[in-house]
């Protein structure tokens, strides 16, 4: 199946080669699959983004990851503490605009994050970001299973 958001990406043959290839580069980091669906599930909810809410849904269950641990990234957070922390750093870098404090940079380290992984959820936020917006601002159909959002658009 080819999503919707590839379908709309390329109108721009450039904006999908350019995404594509920062999404390769972005699955040969070392972050598991799991912490990058946890990432994308906190943000599709966090910028309101049903579309990728749903997708993500599906995703992340692919990955593995349990209807509960799915409700607890959606609410910001994670069943493993690991988890956890980088889903909070993944927020706070969307709620302040990359902006984040000395203490949310502290917490992702100590929760066991080196400097490589920390770029990577910094890379898969900035994924996550265009996905989110593209979602919102192309009104794509949501061709997943459809997973409405916790608050309001």
């Known amino acids: 199946m080819t999503p919707d958001f ?8 450039a904006a ?42 599906a995703i992340g269950r692919s990955a593995g990851l349990t209807g509960d641990e799915m409700a607890a990234n959606r609410q910001g957070t994670s069943q493993d503490a690991k988890a956890a922390a980088a889903v909070a750093f993944a927020r706070a870098l969307v709620k302040h605009k990359g902006e984040v404090t000395n203490a949310e940079l502290d917490a992702v380290r100590k929760a066991g994050y080196r400097e490589a992984e920390i770029v990577e959820i910094i890379v898969h936020v900035s994924m996550n970001l265009l996905t989110n917006i593209l979602g919102r601002a ?8 459809k997973v409405a959002l916790r608050q309001a658009a």
Do not use: K, M, W
Request: aromatic share 6%.
């Open 138 to 145: 192309s009104r794509i159909e949501i061709d997943f299973p």
């Open 6 to 13: 590839l379908r709309v990406l390329a109108h721009s043959p």
């Open 16 to 57: 999908l080669g350019s995404f594509l290839g920062l999404y390769g580069i972005a699955e040969q980091g070392s972050l598991d699959p799991q912490t990058r669906e946890r990432i994308a599930l906190t943000l599709a909810e966090q910028n309101s983004c049903e579309y990728c809410l749903s997708a993500h849904t």
